[in-house]
């Protein structure tokens, strides 16, 4: 068990994580948790495998656009979120359910 | 077992525990710090892969920028003058069997791909920030453009989704 599998077990472990909060949870910010729970473990594994490759940065370059990337949609998020809080005067995300039949 | 060792494993058992603490936190206020911690750890642990720049932009961007705007969530949405800022969970046995399969899937292919035969980088020639710099503007300068467009457009989209609402029998127009 060398470092890189531990990286890679731990990129794992707070992709599963991520996906928990995602499944378990009904409030909207907690899903938002756990989005960002998933993105870093995928920039885990960037940045571990950029390691073991011989002088190439692309995985340092992909997990520093993932970082951009997951900033931008957490902006969105949130005004997506504070555009329902104001419809439905709440997040818990069963109660929000006017499309259903 | 040098000491670099220890500190590496003590940094990936600090982010094992407070990832799963998280999974199981009920208070928001308590999620969000743990988000916090594990956002520091995970950035430490960028610095052992030799991605130093990484790092920093790790925690200037995500700790100094996404989990403020999910604090300013929890504070705009959480309703803390009536009650604490809880979340219970559901679904809680699917939940777990789901990720422990999924966990379980991950580790046997980390397993089978037998990556343990791989050898780490040695000492880098150039510094990390120049060489993230240089790839910036070489390689990397079409997805560099891109990326200052899409802010553009989220700069734009979020601003016009939050706007304040004229209260118009309570209708919001998305």
Request: aromatic share 10%; glycine share 6%.
């Given at each position: 068990m060398n470092a890189l599998e531990i990286y890679l077990a731990m990129g794992a472990l707070l992709f599963c994580v991520g996906v928990f909060l995602i499944l378990t949870r009904r409030n909207a910010i907690m899903a938002l948790l756990g989005i960002e729970l998933i993105l870093n473990a995928?920039?885990?594994?960037?940045?571990?495998?950029?390691?073991?490759?011989?002088?190439?940065?692309?995985?340092?370059?992909?997990?520093?656009?993932?970082?951009?990337?997951?900033?931008?949609?957490?902006?969105?998020?949130?005004?997506?979120?504070?555009?329902?809080?104001?419809?439905?005067?709440t997040v818990h995300l069963d109660e929000i359910d006017t499309m259903k039949e | 077992m040098s000491i670099g060792e220890i500190i590496f494993l003590?940094?990936?058992?600090?982010?094992?525990?407070?990832?799963?603490?998280?999974?199981?936190?009920?208070?928001?206020?308590?999620?969000?710090?743990?988000?916090?911690a594990v956002l520091i750890l995970v950035s430490g642990l960028y610095v052992f892969a030799g991605a130093e720049f990484l790092a920093m932009s790790q925690i200037i961007i995500y700790?100094?920028?996404?989990?403020?705007?999910?604090?300013?969530?929890?504070?705009?949405?959480?309703?803390?003058?009536?009650?604490?800022?809880?979340?219970?969970?559901?679904?809680?046995?699917?939940?777990?069997?789901?990720?422990?399969?999924?966990?379980?899937?991950?580790?046997?292919?980390?397993?089978?791909?037998?990556?343990?035969?791989?050898v780490p980088n040695s000492i880098p020639l150039e510094n990390n920030t120049e060489a993230i710099g240089r790839e910036m503007l070489t390689n990397y300068l079409l997805?560099?453009?891109?990326?200052?467009?899409?802010?553009?457009?989220?700069?734009?989209?979020?601003?016009?989704?939050?706007?304040?609402?004229?209260?118009?029998?309570?209708?919001?127009?998305?």
């Open positions: 995928s920039n885990l594994n960037f940045v571990a495998f950029s390691n073991y490759v011989p002088g190439a940065m692309e995985g340092q370059m992909a997990a520093l656009f993932v970082i951009v990337l997951a900033a931008a949609e957490v902006a969105v998020a949130f005004s997506i979120i504070l555009t329902v809080y104001q419809r439905f005067k | 003590a940094f990936v058992g600090a982010t094992a525990a407070a990832s799963v603490w998280l999974a199981f936190a009920r208070n928001l206020i308590t999620a969000a710090f743990l988000l916090f700790v100094g920028g996404a989990l403020i705007v999910i604090l300013f969530g929890v504070m705009l949405t959480g309703k803390l003058r009536e009650h604490k800022p809880k979340s219970e969970m559901v679904n809680l046995l699917p939940g777990i069997l789901v990720a422990a399969a999924l966990m379980l899937a991950l580790l046997f292919a980390i397993k089978e791909s037998h990556v343990g035969q791989l997805p560099f453009e891109l990326v200052s467009v899409l802010l553009l457009v989220v700069l734009a989209g979020a601003a016009y989704l939050s706007r304040k609402q004229k209260r118009n029998q309570g209708e919001v127009k998305p």
